[in-house]
């Protein structure tokens, strides 16, 4: 396991390494970043001043051992904008987006598995068709929709949640939280429902699936022989065994709201990193970017790992290699 | 004489499917003594997991028993309800199917799948189940069986995860053991043992047993009683010595000439001409008629009834084979 998991991390770094490249190439490749930093009438001294400063001047292996080496030490420069270390303004954003993110992946989770178990176990009844025409409204209906009609009725029509902000906040391990105020998940609530359509259909759809092909085993009809009953057989023997596919949807669409909660952010002005990735774009704030971009890489590195290690916990004929 | 442990009378259990309703057992009726292994014998579709799954309440939509009685010790558990049959499965009427490396749980150890019975179906306390499943790995012939308490299926072989489900179907002292084709999966040479495996388990504790096969040969070495089913209906039942020796019906001939052993074989090795009918479009008469040998017009017309042939032997046929044709 230990050896796995060294195995593993050494795998991340190379991943990581090589997304870098691809990172800095891509960053060589989109304009000239000095005329963010010059004054509009600088002189062409002053240009190649800002270049060599910044180090533009250089070749570009140079430029990239530089990149590097300053990301390695948590460098990844200022914000042409902010004038602040771009991890920190990242760093900053990120508790925001977490919040609602993993908020709504429970959501779908805490909906999807049973609907998708009773979808799955009883496919010919009239609720598993209600239960999967309305996964694929949830499927289709795009989430800037659904965050205004949401908005539309309990903002403004019921006036029962607020519709943009994060609410209070407490500082918690040195960053500043809502998930730990009331006013706070009074805030998260209809943000996090949004995100969550996608996902509980998607994955109420694999549970089904799972499920469908699972209850015709043996060893369900094994289970119940034995004695137990419906739903333990359904929950104790069944979901288990379908669950592989699950996780892996569920660590991709996590990875993916965390990446993509854009809209969503925009729509109820939730300062998250969707919100600052969008205005460093517009601005060209590169290195702003830049962390943005090594940060998703690292967040899906991760929860792919993380995946790797459910699945041998989940079916022990997985074997760790 | 003391009444049987189970009477089925007229059991009926049909698949309502969109292509027709497949009348799956149709009428049949037999009885298992106490202490007794009946073998309910008859080719693959014939109906026997549909009586075993009928027994246990283990059907399932579009399935549904239609009509019968089962009689176990006295209740009638076509009447009995949900929470009443799972008091009944696995602590009465226990069930072995026919394939081992399916039948158990891949993701649970062995341990866990043997707990689970006794929790269901006992009062013990957590080292008490522990010490009882070891006992049990141990009487099926599992050596170091404390240890493979903690091992998954897919470490056992075949043959051993066979003992294992037969261990778990034994764990809570079950009066009636249904065994469904418990060695059809197995290698030959595994199948005797696990054949005489069972048999001495059963014995031992005086429990009854339905083997289900396809095979006479193995009812032959473990029947005390058989019944031959042909589309979900009993063609011919019977003392086994009675059967195998003199069978009455040309079905139950048939399934013995096509026996591969030298001890019971009459005449060279042959298989039961043509096939067996869509079950969802059956002949009027007869069902086997047109596969047999002795079938005249009568069969076409009338479906024969079972008739007491005499010493416990019964058999729905025109033409019984003792009689002249
Ligand atoms: N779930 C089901 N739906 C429809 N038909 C079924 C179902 N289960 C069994 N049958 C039908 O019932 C008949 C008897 O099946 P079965 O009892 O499995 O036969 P056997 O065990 O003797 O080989 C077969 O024709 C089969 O197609
Ligand atoms: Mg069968």
Redesign the pocket.
């Known amino acids: 396991m230990l050896g796995y998991t060294l195995k593993r991390l050494l795998q991340m770094i190379v991943v990581l390494g090589a997304v870098s490249v691809i990172v800095f190439l891509m960053m060589s490749f989109t304009g000239d970043p000095v005329f963010m930093v010059v004054p509009i009438d600088a002189t062409e001294a002053e240009i190649a001043q800002a270049r060599r400063i910044l180090g533009l001047d250089r070749s570009m292996p140079e430029q990239y051992a530089i990149f590097l080496k300053g990301m390695l030490q948590g460098d990844f420069g200022r914000s042409y904008v902010f004038r602040e270390p771009a991890l920190d303004l990242i760093l900053e954003r990120l508790p925001a987006t977490l919040e609602i993110v993993v908020v709504a992946m429970l959501m779908s989770a805490v909906v999807a598995i049973p609907l998708g178990v009773y979808a799955g176990a009883n496919p010919g009844r009239t609720e598993s068709r209600a239960i999967m025409t309305g996964s694929l409204v949830g499927i289709s209906l795009p989430s800037f929709w659904v965050g205004m009609m949401l908005i539309f009725l309990f903002a403004v029509k019921w006036n029962v949640f607020p519709s943009s902000g994060r609410g209070d906040t407490v500082e918690v391990m040195g960053t500043r939280w809502s998930i730990f105020t009331a006013d706070g998940w009074h805030h998260i609530i209809l943000p996090s429902l949004t995100l969550s359509l996608g996902t509980m259909a998607i994955l109420l759809r694999i549970t089904r699936a799972g499920m469908m092909e699972v209850t015709r085993q043996d060893y369900m009809k094994f289970a119940r022989a034995k004695g137990v009953s419906r739903r333990g057989v359904l929950y104790g023997h069944g979901l288990r065994n379908a669950l592989i596919p699950v996780v892996t949807i569920f660590g991709l669409q996590l990875g993916d709201l965390i990446a993509f909660a854009t809209i969503t952010e925009t729509i109820f002005a939730w300062p998250g990193l969707g919100k600052l990735l969008i205005d460093s774009i517009y601005r060209a704030d590169r290195p702003v970017i830049v962390v943005y971009l090594m940060l998703v890489a690292t967040i899906f590195v991760v929860i792919n790992f993380l995946v790797d290690i459910l699945y041998t916990w989940i079916d022990p004929r997985i074997r760790v290699k | 004489m003391t009444e049987a442990l189970l009477q089925v009378e007229g059991l009926r259990t049909h698949?309502h499917?969109f292509s027709g309703t497949?009348r799956?057992?149709d009428g049949v009726s037999f009885a298992v003594g106490r202490g007794e292994i009946m073998g309910l014998v008859?080719?693959?579709?014939?109906?026997?997991?549909?009586?075993g799954f009928s027994l246990l309440g283990l059907i399932?939509p579009?399935?549904r028993i239609e009509g019968g009685t089962i009689r176990f010790d006295g209740e009638d558990l076509t009447a009995a309800g949900e929470a009443r049959m799972r008091r009944i499965r696995g602590r009465e009427i226990a069930m072995v199917f026919q394939d081992p490396m399916t039948s158990l749980n891949p993701l649970h150890t062995v341990g866990r799948q043997m707990d689970e019975v006794l929790r269901l179906h006992t009062d013990l306390d957590a080292a008490a189940r522990r010490a009882r499943s070891v006992e049990m790995l141990e009487s099926v012939g599992i050596s170091r069986a404390a240890e493979r308490l903690s091992a998954y299926p897919h470490q056992f072989s075949g043959g051993m995860r066979q003992r294992v489900v037969i261990a778990i179907a034994l764990l809570a002292s079950p009066r009636l053991i249904v065994a469904?084709?418990p060695t059809t999966a197995l290698d030959v040479t595994i199948q005797s043992q696990i054949l005489k495996l069972m048999r001495r388990q059963i014995r031992e504790r005086g429990a009854s047993m339905i083997l289900?096969t396809?095979d006479l040969a193995v009812v032959a070495e473990m029947a005390d009683h058989i019944t031959v089913?042909y589309c979900?209906k009993v063609v011919e039942r019977g003392p086994a010595d009675t059967v195998l020796r003199r069978p009455a019906h040309p079905y139950t001939r048939g399934l013995i000439d096509s026996i591969p052993n030298p001890a019971l074989r009459k005449e060279r090795l042959n298989q039961i001409p043509g096939m067996v009918p869509d079950?969802r479009n059956l002949p009027v008469g007869c069902n086997f008629r047109d596969r047999c040998p002795r079938a005249t017009a009568l069969c076409a017309e009338v479906e024969p009834a079972l008739q007491d042939r005499g010493s416990g032997q019964w058999a729905a046929c025109h033409h019984p084979l003792d009689a002249a044709p």
């Open positions: 698949f499917t497949v799956a057992v008859g080719e693959s579709g014939g109906g026997k997991s549909v009586v399932d579009p399935g469904d084709e289900i396809h089913l979900g079950i």
